[in-house]
């Protein structure tokens, strides 16, 4: 069965802090990870991951994928209160069928 | 570019009932993905339709259903609700073609079961 587990679960730290969310996944068929902000309402698109090794990054926001050893990190640099959400990583399988499995997501609170 | 809409926003129900939610994606998306998030389970994949053609299906009775249009606006429905049928139900959109894209939330339609 598609499994993808994130940690932690939750997490508090003060503004101004480096925070580092994990995500492993076994999903067959796997094609690529994508990682999603959820505040009040929708998801909110992150990153897509396809390629092993690659870095994207957007401003304090990076976020990496290893296919071999199945996971992928999601790193924030300098919180802001602003960031606080669920962070959701979600396995994509195969080319065109868009079907995402997601993890339990991680809570992220950050203190002023 | 106007995102996913999703109507309606909240909906009461009582078991036995019958409802049907609606998903406009983004302007050109042809692929709508439909997932019900909830506090135990997390969000969980229904089914995904491209082309008006049901591609995938997760595991979720029969009294989950759903179709998309010609103008690739989906619904869902849910036939004899059940308490555990409350959730927030969430659509999402994507172009659907060959080159992986992502998909894109709507904000979702939040059903509560009396």
């Known amino acids: 069965e598609d499994k993808v587990v994130q940690s932690p679960l939750s997490l508090v730290v003060h503004e101004g802090d480096t925070v580092t969310l994990n995500c492993s996944y076994e999903v067959t068929n796997f094609r690529s990870l994508l990682w999603y902000k959820q505040e009040k309402k929708a998801p909110t698109f992150l990153f897509m991951l396809t390629s092993s090794g690659i870095e994207k990054k957007s401003g304090r926001l990076s976020s990496i994928l290893d296919k071999k050893e199945l996971f992928s990190i999601l790193n924030i640099t300098a919180t802001q209160t602003g960031d606080s959400a669920v962070y959701l990583c979600?396995?994509?399988?195969?080319?065109?069928?868009?079907?995402?499995?997601f993890g339990q997501g991680t809570r992220l609170t950050i203190n002023p | 570019k106007a995102g996913v809409t999703q109507t309606p926003r909240y909906l009461i129900k009582t078991r036995g009932q019958q409802v049907t939610l609606s998903c406009s994606p983004i302007s050109g998306h042809r692929s709508v993905s439909w997932y019900q998030q909830t506090p135990g389970q997390g969000l969980q994949f229904l089914f995904e339709y491209f082309s008006e053609t049901q591609r995938n299906k997760g595991n979720f009775p029969g009294r989950f259903s759903g179709r998309q249009f010609s103008n690739s606006r989906s619904e869902m429905n849910v036939s004899t609700l059940e308490l555990g049928d409350s959730a927030l139900y969430l659509c999402?959109?994507?172009?659907?073609?060959?080159?992986?894209?992502?998909?894109?939330f709507g904000d979702g339609t939040r059903l509560s079961i009396l």
């Open positions: 979600a396995g994509q399988i195969i080319q065109g069928a868009q079907k995402l499995v």
């Open positions: 999402a959109s994507s172009l659907g073609g060959i080159k992986d894209q992502p998909q894109h």
